[in-house]
């Protein structure tokens, strides 16, 4: 249900960017979105639990757009129920 | 593109700072007079921002071993420990710290930053995995990045969080370990430590407890958090620094863990930076021992910090979750805690100025430390001056407006 996550993403985002209408999938959460990177940092904690994953700090690393944080929760998602099958 | 482009947004944030007054990240001292006094432009500010808990940087003892130091054996030591080998007063520091917290092992860095990246950075590898505190300290969080490790943080002072955490990793072959802080630098809140080391030992994690707020300040014999909650033989690894209660400069840790001492040709900021000038090193000594029989300044401290917690509290000030020597007043934006702080030190009190990504919560800090060398005076002239200054810029109701409502 990648679809839905991203969603959830956007809407998170959006909660906290000063324009709101500026979150879109292919925008880039530090440099069009204005995130710091306390602030990623916050948002990454409420994707951990929403998604209830772990996202090590080192991923983040290859993290530019607000689809690449989608990705990102995807995969880790996906390792997180190979693991429990 | 200019090599420097890249910090645009801080640099923008900078200029804000300073446009206000004085730059609050370069404020210059004329003359520190004592642990509680110094000057600015010929007028006198009172230091309420210097960690200087126990205010030994001026006691008389200290001072005195560290020129005995320095004449005996020269002003630096041109050189690390593997390289240039270790003077006497190295030594027996590192036998004063393992006897002051009942440890079979201790070593020496230059800073207390250096000692977080030696041994958070050192002890865990790739394979292992560090969970950090979310609020944790800027030398933490780059000692992860050396460290190579999987790093992944917890909810501020969250056992529960970290209980989910710890279970994520079950199974991972590496190593998990976790790091907290005695008193947090910013909000000066505590670590339920003895929650989050139960939490820890249960999943058979190691813990390491950085204590460089609460070394001097916590604990019967002023040995921090840990000999405060009672947990010392549960934490495996207690980090601190000299700066703040022992008044000088450098960092520790100390260790029951066998083998401890191959950390010393393993972790690169000890291995290749130079050791602290004996000077230094003679005047902690001096400094350790006051800790430990200092129960009366530990008192004071408590007494000064309480007062000025919570004067600063009934003046209307939003404060931190916790009376600790470190009192942070909350102000909701940067512009009026520019204005704040500048207009703080006009009426010769001096605190941090800390903005919003230097806080845990985006929030910015007037954040203060208190002394045991304050007098009560002191204190209440800080209390005054912030109402005066808070006041003036709406930051708390006015008094005629309070009597209104
Ligand atoms: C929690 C914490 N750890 C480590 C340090 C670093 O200490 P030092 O000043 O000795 O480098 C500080 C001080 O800034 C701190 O607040």
Known sequence: ?85 | MGILDKFDAVRGAYNEARSNGRDPFSVRFDVIKSATEGEIGGRSVTLMGTNNYLGLTFDGACVEQAVQALRENGTGTTGSRIANGSYGLHVKLEAELARFYGRKHAMTFTTGYQANLGIIGTLAGRDDDLLIDADSHASIYDACKLSGARVTRFRHNSAKDLARRLKHLEGNPGNRIVVVEGIYSMHGDTAPLKELVAVAKEAGAYIIVDEAHSLGVLGKKGRGLAEAAGVEDDVDFIVGTFSKSLGAIGGFCVSNIENFDVLRVACRPYMFTASLPTSIVASTIEALRQVEKGGHLRERLMRNSRRLYEGLALAGFTMGPEITPVVPVKVDDAETAITFWNGLLQEGLYCNLVLSTATPDGKPLLRCSVSAAHSEQQIDEAIATFTKVGQALNAIPKPAMAAAE
């Open chain 1, 1 to 85: 249900m990648p679809d839905a996550d991203l969603d959830f993403i956007m809407g998170e985002l959006r909660k906290v960017v000063k324009q709101p209408e500026d979150v879109r999938p292919e925008a880039s959460v530090t440099r069009e979105l204005g995130l710091d990177s306390l602030a990623v940092m916050n948002l990454i904690m409420v994707l951990e639990d929403e998604f209830d994953i772990l996202i090590p700090m080192d991923k983040l690393a290859d993290v530019d757009t607000v689809q690449d944080l989608a990705t990102l929760t995807g995969s880790l998602k996906s390792q997180n129920e190979d693991e429990c099958a």
